[in-house]
């Protein structure tokens, strides 16, 4: 009965390791996977695979947790145990953080994903209670989560709610992740004033705490805020500044994401292909041997928005072809749809202007469904080549095909860009010389739009709280 009332502590199921470790007793190891596998057959517990490891998860059906929750709480036990299971997530979430800037970003992001519902309900008992110091280590580890997969809504109701609690205006590291969290998630949804204050107190905390690698972080991320309202010298001036502390300490990360935003300014305002190329690759040399897969796909399509510039369009679908392989390998949700106008305005580029469309309309609706906005100079030049293509076909076929496009989930677009489904001998020829195609003689030119890689989430260093199990398994 204890075990059974613990166990409706976990929000969406959990795995072994979080059971031995919030519902463990006195009682030996072994009893308590004897209670686990009989409440198993009293059908009170499922167990059901993940994608994100081997590691098996149980979860209750929702109408007998809710009665769990009702026994837990006539128990007197439920404020300790909540406790407790804050901590556990708390100590998960800093751990994943730094996983994501590993090469084993994909499994920590799925593992994450596992486990959303048990650290947001964290992450609101934070709130509730006031408890601003792990509220805030929760969504400073957080953020790059959100970020990446498509929460931006969510987690910024979260920061929003744990930055305004009173004990939250405290200077601390906490505060000024979160803050840089923040600011990188109002961004992506295109609120550029509120971004731009959240990271501009980010820099200044991180200043007055003497982190100088937080520092780093928040400089990169003002550079990328002033990047996006098209303030260029700012940016750049801001970009320079981190680049010199990222290697100044060491942050090799930071180095290759300044670099990176560097070599696309260097294309979209001062349109010098040659130097956006070089700064793009040497980014793209640190992001290969630091092994981040994310980031190296990120790169490439950097690198085949400059080769469509260049007119070298075998370069440019090779680039973006990689891209967008790479991403799909890592789970990639924020990114792809910039790949998809990329791969779109390449096709367009070549005259295959129906193809052009559905894919257009395929990034659309991957942005409506996670609440981002591209760019405003990849605004600028999607509705110059759409404008174009409108031209090119009637309006029923341009609305058919953009209907054709906006049908498609993330994974059919990938498919139907890189042709998977398709015959050969439907891959629209590629040429090494520039057309005389209206989309060629565009000005601001798309270098990317697609997640910037964004600034490591600082957390604190924890110890890997999982055990091994009784039967000699990995816990």
């Given at each position: 009965?204890?075990?059974?009332?613990?166990?409706?502590?976990?929000?969406?199921?959990?795995?072994?390791?979080?059971?031995?470790?919030?519902?463990?007793?006195?009682?030996?190891?072994?009893?308590?996977?004897?209670?686990?596998?009989?409440?198993?057959?009293?059908?009170?517990?499922?167990?059901?695979?993940?994608?994100?490891?081997?590691?098996?998860?149980?979860?209750?059906l929702?109408?007998?947790?809710?009665?769990?929750?009702e026994?837990?709480?006539?128990?007197?036990?439920e404020?300790?145990?909540?406790?407790?299971?804050?901590?556990?997530?708390?100590?998960?979430?800093?751990?994943?953080?730094?996983?994501?800037?590993?090469?084993?970003?994909?499994?920590?992001?799925?593992?994450?994903e596992?486990?959303?519902?048990?650290?947001?309900?964290?992450?609101?008992?934070?709130?509730?209670?006031?408890?601003?110091?792990?509220?805030?280590?929760?969504?400073?580890?957080?953020?790059?989560?959100?970020?990446?997969?498509?929460?931006?809504?969510?987690?910024?109701?979260?920061?929003?709610?744990?930055?305004?609690?009173?004990?939250?205006?405290?200077?601390?590291?906490?505060?000024?992740?979160?803050?840089?969290?923040?600011?990188?998630?109002?961004?992506?949804?295109?609120?550029?004033?509120?971004?731009?204050?959240?990271?501009?107190?980010?820099?200044?905390?991180?200043?007055?705490i003497?982190?100088?690698?937080?520092?780093?972080?928040?400089?990169?991320?003002?550079?990328?805020?002033?990047?996006?309202?098209?303030?260029?010298?700012?940016?750049?001036?801001?970009?320079?500044?981190?680049l010199?502390?990222?290697?100044?300490?060491?942050?090799?990360?930071?180095?290759?994401?300044?670099?990176?935003?560097?070599?696309?300014i260097?294309g979209d305002?001062?349109?010098d292909?040659t130097?956006?190329?070089?700064?793009?690759?040497e980014?793209?040399?640190?992001?290969?041997?630091?092994?981040l897969?994310?980031?190296?796909?990120?790169v490439?399509?950097?690198?085949g928005?400059v080769?469509?510039?260049?007119?070298?369009?075998?370069?440019?679908h090779?680039?973006?072809?990689?891209?967008?392989?790479?991403?799909r390998?890592?789970?990639?949700?924020?990114?792809?749809?910039?790949?998809?106008?990329t791969?779109?305005?390449?096709?367009?580029t070549?005259?295959?202007?129906?193809?052009a469309?559905?894919?257009?309309?395929?990034?659309?609706r991957?942005?409506?469904?996670?609440?981002?906005?591209?760019?405003?100079?990849?605004?600028?030049?999607?509705a110059?080549?759409?404008?174009?293509?409108?031209?090119?076909?009637?309006?029923t076929?341009?609305?058919?095909?953009?209907?054709?496009?906006?049908?498609?989930?993330?994974?059919?677009?990938?498919?139907?860009?890189?042709?998977?489904?398709?015959?050969?001998?439907?891959?629209?020829?590629?040429?090494?010389?520039?057309?005389?195609?209206?989309?060629?003689?565009?000005?601001?030119?798309?270098?990317?739009?697609?997640?910037?890689?964004?600034?490591?989430?600082?957390?604190?260093?924890?110890?890997d709280?999982?055990?091994?199990?009784?039967?000699?398994g990995?816990?």
């Amino acid at each position: 009965r204890k075990l059974f009332r613990s166990l409706a502590i976990f929000d969406g199921g959990c795995s072994l390791p979080a059971i031995e470790e919030l519902c463990a007793t006195t009682d030996a190891p072994g009893e308590l996977l004897d209670g686990v596998e009989t409440l198993q057959r009293n059908s009170l517990l499922r167990q059901e695979e993940t994608v994100a490891d081997d590691e098996p998860r149980f979860r209750m059906l929702e109408t007998i947790r809710e009665y769990g929750l009702e026994r837990l709480a006539a128990s007197g036990a439920e404020d300790e145990l909540r406790q407790r299971h804050v901590d556990y997530f708390l100590s998960f979430a800093e751990e994943a953080a730094r996983g994501f800037f590993s090469p084993a970003t994909a499994s920590w992001l799925d593992r994450v994903e596992s486990d959303h519902a048990n650290l947001r309900t964290a992450v609101r008992w934070c709130i509730e209670h006031n408890d601003a110091d792990r509220g805030l280590r929760l969504a400073a580890a957080l953020w790059v989560f959100w970020y990446v997969r498509g929460h931006a809504t969510e987690g910024r109701q979260l920061l929003a709610a744990l930055l305004a609690l009173p004990e939250a205006a405290t200077a601390s590291t906490p505060r000024a992740q979160a803050l840089l969290g923040a600011g990188q998630l109002a961004l992506t949804q295109g609120d550029h004033a509120a971004a731009w204050m959240s990271v501009q107190e980010s820099v200044a905390l991180h200043r007055l705490i003497r982190d100088e690698r937080g520092t780093a972080d928040a400089l990169l991320a003002a550079g990328f805020v002033a990047r996006l309202k098209e303030e260029y010298q700012s940016a750049t001036t801001l970009l320079d500044e981190g680049l010199i502390l990222a290697r100044a300490t060491g942050h090799d990360f930071i180095t290759a994401a300044c670099l990176h935003h560097l070599g696309m300014i260097t294309g979209d305002v001062h349109h010098d292909n040659t130097a956006a190329r070089r700064l793009l690759e040497e980014s793209l040399a640190l992001y290969r041997a630091l092994d981040l897969p994310r980031f190296v796909a990120l790169v490439h399509l950097s690198l085949g928005a400059v080769a469509i510039a260049e007119a070298e369009y075998d370069r440019a679908h090779d680039l973006l072809q990689q891209s967008l392989t790479g991403m799909r390998q890592v789970g990639e949700k924020l990114g792809v749809h910039g790949a998809l106008d990329t791969f779109g305005h390449l096709t367009s580029t070549q005259g295959h202007t129906e193809r052009a469309v559905r894919l257009a309309g395929a990034a659309e609706r991957l942005r409506a469904t996670s609440g981002t906005q591209s760019w405003p100079v990849v605004q600028r030049t999607r509705a110059r080549w759409l404008a174009s293509a409108r031209q090119t076909l009637d309006e029923t076929a341009y609305q058919a095909a953009w209907e054709q496009g906006h049908a498609m989930n993330q994974d059919e677009a990938i498919a139907y860009a890189l042709q998977e489904n398709e015959p050969a001998g439907l891959r629209p020829p590629v040429t090494g010389r520039r057309g005389d195609h209206p989309a060629d003689r565009d000005q601001d030119r798309q270098y990317t739009d697609h997640a910037v890689p964004a600034p490591a989430a600082t957390a604190p260093g924890i110890t890997d709280r999982r055990r091994r199990r009784p039967d000699g398994g990995a816990g």
